[in-house]
């Protein structure tokens, strides 16, 4: 193994010995010993890896906090620290902290969340290429970026350069949502939010902008929807439509229906998931930081999750309480919430919040450094240093903090209480408005060791309706804050869990369960001895089929003198079910209104938001989609996203009619003489591989593939991941396809004739595979014509493997993958996500 050479040698693991290790940590939970060594354990760029188990990480987590305590009075000790992040127990660092915190093997940011944004209406050409430049320099730090558009000028407008009118906001939501799909974060795409209010001229635009096939793949979409217009819809009068935006004398104004656009925002988010909702008067009336919008503190646009609406250059660390570790005696009759313990962990949970804000400085003046020491030119460093300055301001004046939680749905489940039912509800809003107390407290405590953010002014926060709850429910805590400030901006926050609640084997964020219980099944060998063979499938391979208990479900059969091991029916599991506290508690069969009501009601002690979706049944109606969105505004919500089993399947399709011929037979579109190309490389055994993917209207259109690096293969530099595929003509007549680049100093260099570089059968069957591209098959249905290919040469399965990984990538997230089934549990219920294949029922993921 490599050991860079900047840093003294430290002891290394393999792979398999921090797999087996993490293993044996998590009890048994491959999938969660995967996902910490794959996204949270020290490693390098040479694939060393510095950490065996969780364990590791932990004690590196709790020595850097340890150290920034010893700059404040009353520090905390690592071991105190410790104590309470081990095991994942109580208070957990989500994302971008855990991954990042003493880390000196990358130069990444701790801020899971950024927006950023120009000042006022500017929306030239430069500033909005600005924009895409400073997305991209965050994004390659690990963070997720949101902006809003709502500033830049509506299609036909009039400018003055050569264009004569402005083409609207759908063409730079490509371009940024393109960006995104560049910038590969550990193996994974960056995330974007984009934003526009409902006010805007081009509203209806920016709102089908992500029907249209292989549009805007890279960015979730969210509407900013004002009381005046949902006012409108409920009354169902007109809604003005104005450009400026927020002008009182604009530019450009027009009387639309009201209803009419809130059917099309529904009807989308019935039939694709999206936009999502941001009901914005709520979110600036409620914001804390707004009372200081003049000093750079108003909000813009939020995360990519919704969780966190941030004003221009601000970011955001996540650190999330394991609420079910508060339940003493869990799913007995005698189950308690011990909230004397929650009240005695927040200000801890606070304090290693501020902590972490001291520990992002340190790595943002790494970052600076690191700009300082590139080769670049000082003119092109600009941007980036600029950017990274204006973020570090933001975050050392203001000292945001996103403290959450995770496991909400398994407290309940262990209280024997239904989630979001009354009392559920009821519990929900003691816990966090207990939370949003104790956390105050401590940011009005450490203000009197540490100092108040920069600019607290009382005076500003006085009509606060957050505030004035605080006050109400506190009159001490706001007298002390008077006196003293407050340590922080805002506090709270409720994000996604996704993979801290594979490690915490808890329920996610403040969700309902998935499943409580569903079966899998692992591939077998019928000649073993002792082997169990319960199922073989179409090719002959044999199964065995084992129950996978959700981690607390388990907990309640074992404290209720169940037998785990035990060989269950699906009558039984059913049954087992129904005696449960998980009983029409998963996320599909709640009650969807009390799951809205629910979080209106916690949102109210939130300062931020709240990451939640309402998951409704395949023939969930629109009718009820829109229902959900009023009740939601009017429970005081800040956004709402509803996702309906299903929804994104077949629902991309292209604007642009097929053409046929006179025999009925879809015509292709005529090749262009240059194609824009993608780059992909892969691997397979010890193969090195190369594809070519010709792409028109953004579109796969043609694929070429061969070997790489060998003395019949292509050879082209590793960095080169675009290109041009020109199709020229031989001196015979024939043609030929040509690769050009860009090479490291501004020249052009072509490969002439990939055909005659590639094996000739691998040349035959790539015209095959792109003669059904050009026609118009949808990218998933190729990837299945291409792995349904009965082929006995070795190589050629190769190349079909590699073919069908490389396509994927353009698969429209939340696409069927039909015909195909999950290698962890077999089932057929798969869909696409970022060009992998993740199974929605157990939620195991295949990419390749």
Known sequence: ???????????????????????????????????????????????????????????????????IELK?????????????????????????????????????SLSNCFVIG???????????????????????????????????????????????????????????????????QDGRRGALMLSVSVNHPDAEDFIDAKLEQGKVTGANISVRMDDAFMKAVKNKTSYTHKFPIHSENPKYSKKIEANTLWNKIVHNAWKSAEPGILFWDTIIRESVPDSYADLGYNTVSTNPCGEIPLCPYDSCRLLAINLFSYVDEPFTK???????????????????????????????DDILAKIDADPE?????????????????????????????????????????????????????????????????????????????????????????????????????????????????????????????????????IEPVFLPVYKRRRKVNPNDKEVRVDFVDEIGDSWEEYVVFHHRFKQWMEVNGYEIDKDYSQKDLDNLVKK???YKSTSNDIDWLSKVKMQGAVQKWVDHSIS?????????????????????????????????????????????????????????????????????????????????????DDQPYEIFTGFVDDEDGILIPRWVNKGLIIKNKNEDGSSRYDFQYKNKRGYNTTIEGLSHKFNPEFWNYAKLISGTLRHGMRIDKAVELINSLQLDNESINTWKNGVARALKRYVADGTEAKGQKCTNCNSTNLIYQEGCLTCKDCGSSKCG
């Open 1 to 67: 193994m490599k050991t860079p050479t900047t840093l003294p040698p430290a002891k290394t693991y393999s792979q398999d010995e921090a797999f087996q290790a993490s293993k044996a940590y998590f009890k048994g939970d491959e999938l969660a010993a995967r996902v910490w060594i794959n996204k949270y354990a020290l490693k390098d760029s040479f694939d060393n890896l510095y950490e065996r188990t969780p364990q590791d990480m932990h004690h590196r987590i709790a020595g850097e906090i340890a150290r």
């Open 72 to 108: 404040y009075p009353n520090p905390l000790s690592e071991d105190e620290i410790l104590s309470l992040l081990e095991n994942f127990k109580y208070i957990v660092p989500q994302g971008s902290p855990m991954a990042g915190i003493g880390n000196k093997y990358q130069i990444a």
């Open 118 to 184: 120009n000042k006022g209406l500017n929306d030239s050409y430069g500033s909005i290429m600005k924009i895409d430049q400073e997305q991209v320099q965050l994004m390659k730090r690990r963070g997720g970026v949101g902006h809003d558009l709502s500033h830049i000028r509506p299609k036909g407008s009039p400018v003055k350069n050569s264009a004569l009118t402005s083409t609207g906001l759908a063409p730079f939501m490509e371009r940024y949502s393109n960006s995104t799909r560049e910038v590969a």
């Open 377 to 509: 030119e000082d003119e092109i460093k600009s941007v980036e240093r600029n950017l990274w300055l204006k973020i570090k301001t933001k975050a050392d004046e203001g000292r945001r903090t996103g403290i959450g939680i995770t496991a909400e749905g398994d407290m309940l489940a262990a209280m024997n209480i239904a989630y979001a039912g009354k009392e559920g509800t009821k519990l929900s809003v003691e816990v966090h408005k207990t939370l949003a107390i104790e956390a105050y407290r401590a940011s009005v405590e450490m203000a009197k060791e540490r100092g108040a953010f920069a600019f607290y002014d009382s005076e500003r926060e006085k009509n606060n309706p957050f505030i004035l709850r605080l006050k109400e429910a506190d009159e001490k805590l706001y007298f002390d804050m008077l006196e003293h400030g407050r340590r922080n901006i805002a506090l709270l926050t409720i994000a996604p869990t996704g993979t801290t609640s594979l490690m915490t084997q808890t329920t996610s964020g």
């Open 580 to 582: 449960s506290p998980y």
């Open 334 to 364: 005698n189950a308690s919430f011990n909230f004397e313990l929650f009240k005695k962990h927040i200000p801890v949970a606070q304090r290693i919040m501020d902590d972490i804000i001291d520990l992002e400085l340190e790595k943002i």
């Open 612 to 696: 939640v979706t309402i998951n409704l049944p395949n023939d969930a109606t629109e009718e009820l989609v829109g229902n959900l969105y009023m009740e939601a505004w009017e429970a005081g919500c800040k956004g709402v996203t509803v996702y309906r089993d299903g929804s994104r399947s077949g629902v991309l399709i292209s604007n642009e009619e097929k053409k046929e011929d006179e025999t009925g037979t879809v015509v292709s579109a005529k090749r262009p003489q240059v194609l824009e190309s993608d780059v992909v490389r892969f691997q397979n055994s010890k193969e090195k591989w190369i594809a070519f993917i010709g792409l028109l």
